[in-house]
């Protein structure tokens, strides 16, 4: 039985230590091949995110629901020698829509981590190299995902890359408790892709970057863009593909556009929700306390890591978020700084656990108005809760420079050279609502590269 990720990364572990291997100094990843998808956002309303084609649905707010009334397409017909008695299975029970022309689908069963049901979960559906790609349109613009009704589900093409892996995002109405099963039909080269709403603004999301190769946002509106001019940097991610960041590299933070959107969705719900992957690089000598993940301005918001070793800003462990607000004294709780007027709300949960080796983590901070004047602001790493405090707002919205200052990933908004993150990020969404633990669960449990899977696509079937 092969070991997982960490596994592996613990046995080799213990051979450095025991050998006295020195900590190699981290390798900036090469540039992907250009295949013609840029990397940074120009705010010219394209959608989804990877480099293997359009994306299959729109993702925008005013998107349209995805239904089983297809278009017509002038796509020439795919190579595919999948075939009955050629690796395909003839089908179980009836083929969506009757009559359709679709030659092919799998059947995906999903389990859930909940005890309750979940609406309007998103959840990523990864094809490894051993998918039949061939059999599918070049741009994938054929795949439907279909629950066992017959109902078509909205979906988004993350990355798609024939012959080596893909990414899709299929939002449910529903996640039982028990889980539940899809269909995934492909072979039809009559098909175009269709717009679809996977992000849905009733649950707050307003930005969701992947960096499948691309600085895009999923929704279409919140585009990443070098703070100077050049090509950012991606390596392999937790799904896919993540953005990198290196210390030498202070000047490459990523700043989103027409974040003053955000600000005011966040002023008028007074709730936020950050969550992303991180994979911080371990035992580097950063001269520095502290690597932002996310923040906005100086006086607003901030998902960080804080160095609590013993032996101060190289970054072996332990190492633990950090979300930081602004607040006056009278109103702070839990760590505060007067000069700077900090509040920080830090975990216990170690996300750099060993001296050599980095492992992917899931951190989320969420700000939630509880009623009475009084918040919480809570810190999770993988879906788990680590740290709360409850209390008086921070400062007032209304007084912070919320419009001055971009959203940025990867440092500080102003000095570049400090906060600097050292690793890669993945999957950065950011909302105006105060999500759930559930709902944090879940992009924890279906995103874990060394969890259990609790995706299962069965053998392909054609009719």
Known sequence: MPM????????????????GCPTPKPVVPALPEDDGSTSSGGGDGSTGSGSGGPSTSA??????????????????????????GQGC????????????????????????????????AVVP?????????????????????????????????????????????????????????????????????LSAEVWPATVGYQAVLHFGDDLQDARGVHHGMPAVPGESLFAQGAIGRAVHFEEVLVDRRVELTATELIDDAIVSSQS??????????????????????ASRGTEAWGMSLHDAGTVPWNFSPPVHGLFVTYCDEPVCTGYFDMVFHTHASEGTAAVVEHEVLAFWHHLAVVLEPLGGGDFAKRLYVDGVLDAEDVGPRPLEWAT???????????TGPQDSDQY????????????????????????????????????QLDAPECQ
Not at 10 to 17: Q, S, T, Y
Not at 400 to 410: A, C, D, F, N
Request: hydrophobic share 40%; net charge negative; proline share 6%.
């Open 272 to 293: 936020l929700t950050v969550s992303a992957w991180i994979h911080a690089t371990p035992n580097v000598a950063a001269r520095r306390a502290y690597r932002a993940v």
């Open 420 to 455: 600097v993150f050292h690793g890669e990020i993945d999957e950065l969404h950011v909302a105006s609502e105060a999500f759930g633990a559930d709902r944090l669960r879940v992009e924890a449990a279906f995103g874990d590269p060394d969890g259990p899977s609790l995706v």
């Open 89 to 120: 299975l003839a089908p179980r029970g009836e083929w969506w829509p009757q009559g359709g022309s679709w030659a092919f689908r799998r059947r995906i069963e999903l389990s859930s981590p909940l005890a309750t049901p979940l609406d309007d």
């Open 59 to 84: 993702g925008t707010s005013a998107g349209s629901t995805s239904s089983g009334d297809e278009g017509s397409s002038s796509g020439e017909p795919v190579a595919c020698e999948l075939g009955v």
């Open 4 to 19: 997982s990720a960490r596994a592996r990364g613990a046995v080799v572990l213990g051979l450095g230590l025991l050998l």
């Open 400 to 410: 912070l420079s919320l419009h001055e200052y971009p959203i940025t990933i990867g």
């Open 125 to 193: 559906i990864v094809l490894d190299d051993g998918f039949e790609y061939g059999c599918a349109n070049a741009d994938a613009s054929d795949l439907r995902f279909v629950d066992d009704g017959g109902t078509v589900l909205d979906h988004e093409i993350d990355e798609w890359h024939p012959g080596q892996g893909a990414v899709a995002w299929v939002r449910l109405p529903t996640l039982p408790p028990a889980g539940t099963t899809l269909w995934l039909y492909y072979g039809n080269a009559s098909t175009v892709g």
